[in-house]
């Protein structure tokens, strides 16, 4: 795209290279969106076309509406593919509890956090057109404002890629959420801790050497690229990404600017009251601000797919889809990209995906690495209220469309003794939730774990573990400590070893 190349032409260019651009730049903006919707559409019409689904089954459709009964979730779509195709979707509920204003496959949500994998990938695609560099000093972007002052002389070596991938070090998790007739904070107010239930972004190690999620680090992002380009982030993700796909229903715009959707599920508390105006505003845009549907985010993901096999791809290159799901450490959470979580092993495949919650809505994205495969789920409700739901779906979409695959490991049996000490009550070294290691039926469990109720261990040797439907192997370390026993995970794809968990000796 030739999107600001007027803005670096020398002033004393003529006006005919002026034209020139304009040209280029309209032919530019017509072409990607027939395109897109060609996309959308041609994958709804093989949807229309296909067999029966194993998923239109009155069995699934109505445990899940009594599971939306049972937890007061208001609402709830879905929608999923597989070998690169939406193969189905479904809808739930309601935008508005106790109304006649139902879901419908148009219905947008605040998607919250799955807004940082796609401003990560927005922003690898503009440094593909040599508007930024990812692995240059942030400082050199920024204009209204300045990184705090710091230990690491952070100012000459934090990076894009370090705030997007979540290892540069920055504070605040999170934001309040507001809403029309609220005072809306500017992002430097947002960086200096001048809104609510935050403090100012600080600076908490040297970028690169550990991880810690942080909406703070992604606000950072935002202002270094909006005073760089001169854009609103939201312009520049409708130009590169929503309107070159035919995403229509998707936009990171706000509920007080103009060109925000019309037709939204609205946000509800854990008993299905609406929040304040059902419309929360987000002005932390690249952390948290994208509302989308899973049909239009199941065509993102499958472009992301296809480029990564470098097949199909109409928008995202190759080496973008690489740079954003390449796993950028394994520190703490067993695999995180360049916004993505590249944590997950469900039916022992490697995913990308990503979860979101803002007060009272959000959902997750998943999507193989391989094969095409994906789901996206949105619901109108708190976490309590949704994520059992949008659970129980997930697994029971993996379980009907049989996308389980065994693990193809050579095991041998675990000498007792090492057994003896492997099972027991564990705790997550960072977190501090409990995991327990336990027999059933001459095999050995572990429950709960990454992203399942519980895993079967399988013993490779020399203190090695293979972990169904998880993506890292599991060591165990008996001798090194003498008042702890500890699990180390090893991801399969980097080799890179971190401590888990621990136990007490006995």
């Known amino acids: 795209m030739c999107l600001f190349s007027y803005f670096m032409l020398p002033s004393t260019r003529s006006i005919s290279l002026v034209k020139l651009w304009l040209v280029c ?7 990607p969106h027939s395109l897109g919707q060609k996309f959308e559409k041609d994958s ?3 949807q229309k076309e296909s067999c029966h689904s194993p998923l239109d089954n009155d069995s699934m459709i109505k445990s899940i509406s009594h599971a939306m009964q049972e937890f007061h979730l208001t609402g709830l779509s879905v929608a999923v593919f597989d070998n690169y195709e939406i193969v189905w979707r479904h809808v739930w509920g309601h935008k508005v509890a106790n109304t006649d204003s139902k879901i419908d496959f148009e219905t947008a949500f605040s998607t919250a956090s799955i807004a940082k994998p796609v401003t ?5 695609m503009l440094e593909e057109e040599g508007l930024i560099n990812l692995d240059a000093p942030v400082s050199k972007y920024l204009k209204r404002w300045n990184l705090p002052k710091n230990d690491f002389g952070a100012e000459k070596i934090l990076t894009l890629k370090h705030l997007l991938s979540n290892t540069g070090g920055t504070s605040q998790h999170g934001f309040t959420d507001y809403y029309l007739g609220d005072t809306i904070p500017t992002l430097v107010e947002s960086l200096e801790g001048e809104i609510a239930n935050n403090s100012a972004l600080e600076l908490t190690f040297y970028p690169g050497t550990h991880w810690r999620y942080s909406g703070g680090g992604y606000v950072i992002a935002q202002v270094a690229i909006e005073d760089h380009l001169g854009f609103p982030l939201a312009h520049l993700a409708q130009e590169y990404i929503f309107g070159p796909l035919g995403m229509k229903r998707t936009t990171m715009k706000q509920p007080n600017e103009d060109g925000f959707l019309s037709n939204v599920a609205k946000a509800h508390d854990q008993n299905a009251n609406i929040i304040n105006t059902g419309i929360p505003i987000t002005p932390q845009v690249a952390p948290s601000g994208l ?9 993102f993901l499958i472009e992301l797919q296809n480029a990564l096999r470098n097949k199909n791809n109409r928008v995202i290159s190759h080496s973008v889809a690489k740079k954003v799901t390449d796993i950028v450490t394994s520190k703490v959470m067993g695999g995180w990209s360049m916004g993505w979580e590249r944590r997950y092993g469900f039916c022992n495949q490697e995913w990308f995906s990503h979860g979101g919650a803002n007060t ?15 789901i996206v789920l949105f619901g109108n409700g708190p976490n309590q209220n949704r994520i059992p739901v949008l659970d129980l779906l997930r697994d029971s979409i993996f379980k009907s469309l049989d996308w389980y695959r065994d693990l193809n490991v050579v095991t041998e049996p675990i000498p007792k003794d090492l057994k003896d000490k492997l099972l027991g009550s564990y705790q997550h070294i960072v977190f501090g939730e409990n995991m327990t290691v336990f027999e059933r039926g001459g095999k050995i469990f572990m429950q709960p774990s990454i992203g399942v109720d519980e895993s079967e261990l399988l013993y490779l040797g020399d203190n090695f573990l293979e972990v169904d439907q998880y993506p890292s192997k599991l060591r165990i370390d008996v001798e090194s400590d003498p008042n702890f026993i500890t699990i180390y995970q090893i991801r399969n794809i980097t080799n890179e070893e971190n401590p888990l968990y621990r136990k007490d000796k006995i």
Request: hydrophobic content about 40%.
């Open 291 to 299: 509302w989308s549907n899973p049909t239009d985010m199941s065509i």
């Open 120 to 124: 990560a990938t927005l922003l690898a």
């Open 25 to 31: 730049f309209a032919f530019i903006l017509s072409q």
């Open 44 to 46: 709804l019409n093989r």
């Open 360 to 374: 009272g809505t959000g959902g997750h994205v998943y999507a193989t690495m391989e094969g095409g495969k994906g």
